[in-house]
């Protein structure tokens, strides 16, 4: 019996802009040399390495995740946008995906960047899968702060009607 497989959630390329630097055919090719079976890139408020990253990681044997980190702005910290993870599990979320970033970038742009309401996760949320682990999600950022009621919110809430 063999061991499960890593599978990467959260990988930003060159076309993060922001904060990724490693290009998409080195990124898969590694993956690839790691065996693992898939990986998420999910670069930051955009979808434009979608094209490179889906031939190259098909090309390879990988099951290209498709996704995207956005600044989600809430009530709560309406100043200082924390980061969400959000993944397409089928044709809807991808529609939904680039209905968000579309948005953001055309209602969204506070803070001097695009961001997305939190409460476009509702109208847009169906068939994606969101993931907010790190230190700036909304979790990690209540607890963080010491706001564990706040935290523990988030933990519990469900963006979806």
């Known amino acids: ?4 497989a890593f599978v990467h959630l959260r990988i930003h390329s060159d076309f993060s802009m ?12 590694r993956v690839a040399d790691l065996n693992m079976p898939a990986m998420a890139l999910t670069d930051e408020m955009n979808l434009c390495g979608l094209v490179r990253y889906y031939q190259t990681a098909r090309g390879l044997g990988i099951k290209p995740l498709i996704g995207c980190d956005f600044n989600v702005l809430s009530p709560d910290w309406p100043d200082e946008p924390f980061r969400l993870t959000a993944l397409a599990m089928n044709e809807t979320g991808y529609k939904n995906l680039t209905e968000l970033i579309s948005a953001a970038y055309l209602a969204g742009h506070r803070c001097g960047k695009p961001c997305i309401d939190q409460a476009w996760l509702q109208q847009w949320g169906e068939g994606l899968l969101l993931l907010s ?3 700036d999600g909304d979790v990690g950022r209540g607890l963080l702060r010491n706001q564990g009621v706040t935290a523990k919110r988030y933990f519990l809430s469900n963006p979806f009607p």
């Open 18 to 29: 922001v904060d990724g630097l490693a290009k998409v055919k080195p990124i898969c090719q």
């Open 1 to 4: 019996m063999s061991s499960p």
């Open 133 to 135: 682990g790190s230190r």
